[in-house]
């Protein structure tokens, strides 16, 4: 058998088939819903501050010691209309126009006022309190990149840049296929030698924050006709998800059923634990390039490999720069075994910096998967760890 690709091998193939989607401006107002990302660079529309602004409420102040004579007002939105000349000052408000000849403002708290003379208990150096015109961006300058989630922070920089509508990517559509001659719909009696299909419900739970529409088109026999008329559901989609069937049993229609359609096998098997028989597929459809992605049937097995490869292969369709999920370190809260030949992730649960298994560690296992709040990530061939070692942890989040 040819050797398993390893982990990034697999997930850089797989975020390089990505399917394009399209971009079509989205009103930001009133706010952009779900996980969106921006098509194009944006630029800034206007300068931000436009001017110099006070950035606490007291007295913008002509330069020296003072004391100094207080002339007039400036309101944020309503600045003063002339310019200081030595000695004088205005009353100002935060986010208000310092005036021409003004230097700093002096705070309320730090100013005694008599009638119109305003003297400094403490003065404020030169420029203090003061917003410099277009110190957070100016017009013309690059404020979001390609690829940026709109968060409500970078929604906030659009606005106050200037912008009414951002070009984002359109989210995939994406169907969801779970099959197994002994899955059961959720709910309906099940045999001893059946299971409720659980899978398909996960999958769907965990894609549908993302584009906020997931087609179910299982559970599904381990059938070739019936695989074909559910296959035939999926002809719009630009994601095919499978689950189950992927592996070496005689009844593990799922890549045959898969070729039928005109799928082409990318790639299958990569070297982790769970999640071994993952397989990627393309398929041309008349309106571009659909890509399905094949998840081993077992349940954590299923979850594991949609964290992995699914979710990051959504996020890259929707035009995220950065899709792949992200480590931090962690300590062991107790020890690990030694890692084999497949890289392991191991379900578990973090608190305060530390970490410990969730449970029985087997891919069927869901009590386990349903405790766990992160998966640790155990190299290939790495030895035991010990209490309060290092090991790299992936926060589920989204999961
Ligand atoms: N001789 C070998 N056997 C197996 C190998 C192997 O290399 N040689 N690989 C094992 C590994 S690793 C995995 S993972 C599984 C994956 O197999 P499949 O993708 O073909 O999955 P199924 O056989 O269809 O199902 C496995 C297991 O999961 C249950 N299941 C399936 N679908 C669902 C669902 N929608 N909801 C809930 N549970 C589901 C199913 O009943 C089985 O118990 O293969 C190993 N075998
Ligand atoms: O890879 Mo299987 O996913 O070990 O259970």
Known sequence: MSALLTLEEAQRRLLALAPETGTAP?????????????????????????ADLS????????????????VGESRAGAPFG?????GQCVRI??????PPGSESVLIQENAQVDGDMVTASELPAPGRHVRKAGFDFRQGDCILARGTACTPATLALAVAAG????????????AVLDSGDELVPPGQPCGTHQIPASNGVMLGAMLHPLVGAVEALGPVADDRAALAAALKRAEDSHILVTSGGASVGDHDLIQQALKDWGATIAFWKVAIKPGKPLMVATREASWGRQVILGLPGNPVSS????FLFALPLVRAAMGDASPLPRAVTMRAAEPLPAVGKRREFLRAVSNGGEVRLAGSQDSSALGALAAADCLIDRPAGSPAVSIGEPVCVFALGNG
């Open 93 to 98: 408000s935060t986010g208000a126009h310092m």
């Open 55 to 70: 950035a606490m409420d007291g007295y913008a102040i002509a330069p020296g010691r003072g004391p100094w004579r207080r």
């Open 26 to 50: 989205v009103d930001i107002h009133p706010r952009i819903t779900g996980n969106r990302y921006l098509a194009r660079d944006m630029v800034a529309l206007r300068t931000q501050p436009a």
């Open 163 to 174: 912008h009414a509508n951002l070009p984002l990517v359109e989210p995939p559509r994406i």
């Open 303 to 306: 979850f594991v490999t949609a």
């Open 82 to 86: 002339g310019a200081l000349e030595p």
